[in-house]
């Protein structure tokens, strides 16, 4: 099974497999959870952190780029701060919280592709739909982390997200 990103408004996608996708995973929440600021840069992180295939399970995990919680208001400043994420991860922020070495030559390929994908990302592609379901579903969810202050787990520096810690979990 794999998980595949993309941006389908360019047709553009990245493949992972189940393992490298909870790698990826791990180091965007390590480096987002770092450089997060506002509620929402906060909300983008947790929405990452709940791809979490030990709760949904393998190959579920998979997303269009247009489906991410984008704040359509403050955009460019949500975008710049993805592609930040994105350096810090390729800059191992943080990964000496990982229990484990991520392998640089599958990992580093689909950092850099997301990077691109986030890049030619633009309000017009935005999928409003699926943001404000998200948005929805959190408001119904009495302990869910964007409610909850975006508390971190006590281990790892991450968000928790709705099913607890990513980097405990997997």
Known sequence: MANIISLDSINE????????????????GLSGTHLAKTDAEKRMIVWLLEKDQS????????????????????????????????????????WNF?????????LFPCLDKFYKLIAAMDTSMLNQEAIQNWLR?????????????????????????????????N
């Open 13 to 28: 996608r990245i493949s992972m497999s189940n393992g490298l996708t909870s790698v990826f995973i791990d180091v965007l």
């Open 137 to 169: 579903d959190t408001m119904e969810v009495p302990n869910d982390p964007n409610i909850c202050g975006y508390p971190c787990c006590q281990k790892h520096p991450v968000f928790l997200s709705v099913f607890g810690c990513h980097l405990c979990n």
């Open 55 to 94: 709760a949904v399970g393998g190959g579920a995990v998979g997303f269009d780029i247009s489906e991410m919680p984008w704040d359509d208001t403050a955009f460019d400043d949500i975008k710049r701060f993805l592609l930040d994420v994105i350096e810090g991860a390729r800059q191992r922020d943080r």
């Open 98 to 106: 990982l229990d484990y070495q991520p392998d640089e030559a599958l």
